[in-house]
């Protein structure tokens, strides 16, 4: 995701610019809470808190962002702000605090991810910045008859709990988002978005750990199949 700045350059460029801000949308101090890399709000801390994953591995996955920013990731208007999550291969996704419905949508999803391409997510370790690295995650991995496996699952804050309980997790953005997409598949194949590709050659088998309603969700079954 490029280079990190100190918080303190962070904290002395945003307090240069905090007077040239329209008062009535932004104040001074939200501008210096949203400019810190892994500041999460209140509420957001206390959401995380409810779901008993607020742990370092939450935190170096997540941010609270602005509708502002929500958009500049998405590549589309956000119309709300929200946690914004950042993988370790730089792939996003962002949870609004109030989600919304688009056109051609029956409901409104409670998660949104950018437009184009698209891979799974890798959790950040909050102490190794090697934790996805071959060598490493074989040591990491469950192994069954000497084979090294990891786990898939079709949610962040899962992946957050198997990597914070010591199994290396993955999530993948949607249940059919293990497979790269349609629309730009000319030879009308499916194949391992690139994060599965890499770790499937370097010899890692997955087990696959979707929600408990693949025993009863037919739309499950078939991704789960694929």
């Known amino acids: 995701m490029g280079n990190h700045t100190s918080s303190d350059s962070i904290l002395s460029e945003s307090t240069q610019t905090c007077q040239e801000l329209p008062k009535v949308t932004q104040t001074c101090q939200e501008v210096l809470k949203s400019k810190l890399v892994g500041f999460l709000s209140e509420k957001h801390l206390s959401d995380i808190a409810e779901r008993a994953l607020l742990n370092d591995w939450a935190r170096s996955s997540s941010r609270t962002v602005t509708a502002d920013e929500a958009s500049f990731r998405l590549g589309y208007t956000a119309k709300s702000g929200g946690i914004l999550f950042i993988g370790q291969n730089g792939q996003v996704q962002f949870r609004p605090d ?129």
Do not use: M
């Not at 040591?139 to 010591?166: M, V, W």
């Open 98 to 226: 109030k989600p919304w419905k688009n056109n051609g949508e029956k409901k409104p999803p409670k998660y949104r991810s950018p437009l184009g391409e698209y891979d799974a997510f890798l959790p950040p370790s909050p102490d190794n910045p090697l934790y996805w690295e071959i060598e490493n995650l074989k040591r990491q991995a469950f192994y069954l008859n000497d084979h090294p496996y990891i786990l898939i699952t079709e949610g962040i804050f899962k992946a957050i709990a198997g990597c914070s309980n010591g199994f290396p997790t993955i999530s993948l953005l949607g249940v059919e988002q293990g497979l790269t997409g349609k629309a730009g598949d000319v030879e009308g194949k499916r194949f391992l978005v690139p994060v599965l590709r890499f770790l499937a050659e370097a010899g890692f088998g997955f087990i696959i750990a979707f929600d408990a309603d693949a025993l009863t969700n037919p739309n499950i079954c078939i991704a789960q199949k694929k």
